[in-house]
């Protein structure tokens, strides 16, 4: 039960500090703010006042339902595994082992420890040194787990076999340094090291949508309605000029002046300024809509259509498209339903037509010229021209694909 309401600013402040004290990177207090910083907002933008679990979980889940579990979701649930220790003051100085419990064996025991001064000795910071505390000790308990209760006893067949038993495959990583520690410091006389798997994480694809369905998206939308001459505009400032949601709902009326042809908006995500032209075509769907909009003190260009008119959030834009990806009869399958689909598409439909990578990341206000790699992996077209046809499987291989039987030597 939460024992005192604390200010988001407070919560956030509070926080922070507790990681900065507990050795974490400048780096990753940084990433922790800008999460924080989403978490909040969402709780402003849905008029709450203050920071509650159950807000949070509410939060989450609408996340989830937006875009799915992906990596993001993983680092926002953190973040509010943090601030509900912080608002409720069950901090703990020493968190999780991740929700494993390892007993492993007194030898076992100091070889983890002596491996973890020295991470310490190197420079680490605390966290990753827990973290490869927590990855050493699992491989550890694995191996007492196929009998091997001795590090005298260790045998390739063993490294092998504990690291299969661990689900959690960015852990190989670090058992892969702890294993050359051990060569190095003398405790075996080989280096295990290399038999362990390399794992990389897989890349998302990013969802995205043809310009025959962005076109049936747009076309189902009623702009005889005030209702739907908002969703439209909104939208083709995601489809046709690829802002970010909270870009969209954070542009003001001076932004998008009737007798200006561009805009020029500090990006929220990068603080960077982003200079483009209006299309003519958001320019019209811009023009109509403020023949609706409420006749209010509100700077924002988009506002909720009853009072009192607020401006829109984020929720709001992505409520409607997915309702609009439904109308049209698009089945998204595993394709997100947010905003920022419509941005993916418009980079897919950008590379695709042979326009540079730079140009694409200037256009979507990147800061990062790092982000053209990303743009690289759904240029499609160019990169079905180096499309490798394998070769046909023979011998063994061939056998164990169809269901044949292999051979007791060859496996």
Same mark, same amino acid.
């Given at each position: ?24 990177t ?8 800008y ?14 006042s ?29 973040v ?32 983890c420890?002596?491996?973890?001064n *020295? %991470?310490?000795?190197? +420079? =680490?910071? &605390? #966290?990753? /040194?827990?973290?490869?505390?927590y990855?050493v ?16 006893q ?46 990389r ?8 949508y ?12 009623d ?13 083709? *400032? %995601?489809?046709?000029? +690829? =802002?970010r &949601? #909270?870009? /969209? ?22 603080g ?22 409420p ?12 009072a009192p ?17 439904s ?22 439909s ?10 694409v990341?200037?256009?979507? #206000? ?5 982000a ?38 060859a496996?």
């Open positions: 039960m939460q024992k005192e309401i604390k200010s988001f600013e407070c919560l956030e402040s509070e926080l922070l500090e507790k990681l900065k004290l507990r050795g974490c400048s780096t990753t207090i940084t990433g922790y703010r999460l924080c910083n989403s978490v909040i907002s969402w709780f402003k933008e849905n008029g709450l203050q920071y509650t679990e159950q807000g949070a979980n509410q939060f989450l889940q609408e996340y989830v339902d937006n875009h799915g579990k992906n990596e993001y979701y993983r680092n926002l649930r953190t509010v595994f943090r601030l509900n220790d912080v608002a409720c003051d069950t901090w703990k100085e020493v968190h999780s082992d991740k929700g494993k419990h390892f007993d492993i064996s007194e030898e076992y025991n100091i070889l420890n002596c491996y973890c *020295f %991470a310490k000795e190197s +420079g =680490l910071a &605390s #966290g990753s /040194i827990r973290n490869k505390r990855a000790s699992w491989f550890l308990s694995e191996l007492e787990a196929i009998g091997c209760c001795s590090i005298r260790l045998v390739p067949s063993n490294v092998s076999t504990a690291c299969l038993r661990i689900t959690d495959h960015n852990m190989w990583t670090e058992i892969r340094g702890f294993l050359k520690y051990l060569f190095s410091s003398g405790s075996t006389d080989l280096d295990y090291s290399t038999l362990v798997p390399h794992f994480k897989p890349y998302v694809i990013p969802s995205v043809s310009l025959e369905e962005i076109k049936m998206i747009e076309s189902v939308v702009t005889t309605t005030a209702l739907g001459k908002r969703d439209y505009a909104k939208i083709l *400032f %995601a489809s046709r000029m +690829g =802002l &949601s #909270g870009d /969209i709902v954070k542009l003001n009326l001076k932004d998008v002046n009737c007798n200006q042809c561009e805009i020029n908006i500090i990006q929220e995500k990068t960077n300024l982003l200079h483009l032209p209006i299309l003519q075509e958001v320019r019209l769907a811009v023009n109509d809509y403020l023949s609706v909009r006749n209010v003190k509100c700077d924002r260009l988009f506002l909720n259509l009853k008119y607020l401006a829109v959030t984020t929720s709001t834009l992505r409520n409607a498209l997915r309702k609009y990806i109308m049209a009869g698009i089945i998204p399958k595993h394709r997100k339903c947010g905003p920022h689909a419509l941005r993916s598409s418009m980079a897919s950008m590379v695709n037509a042979k326009i540079s990578y730079e140009v990341r200037k256009v979507l #206000g990147h800061s990062s010229k790092n053209i790699k990303h743009y690289a992996r759904i240029d499609i077209e160019n990169l079905r021209r180096y499309s490798l046809q394998p070769p046909p499987p023979t011998g063994e291989f061939r056998k164990f694909l169809y269901g044949g039987g292999v051979r007791e030597d496996r």
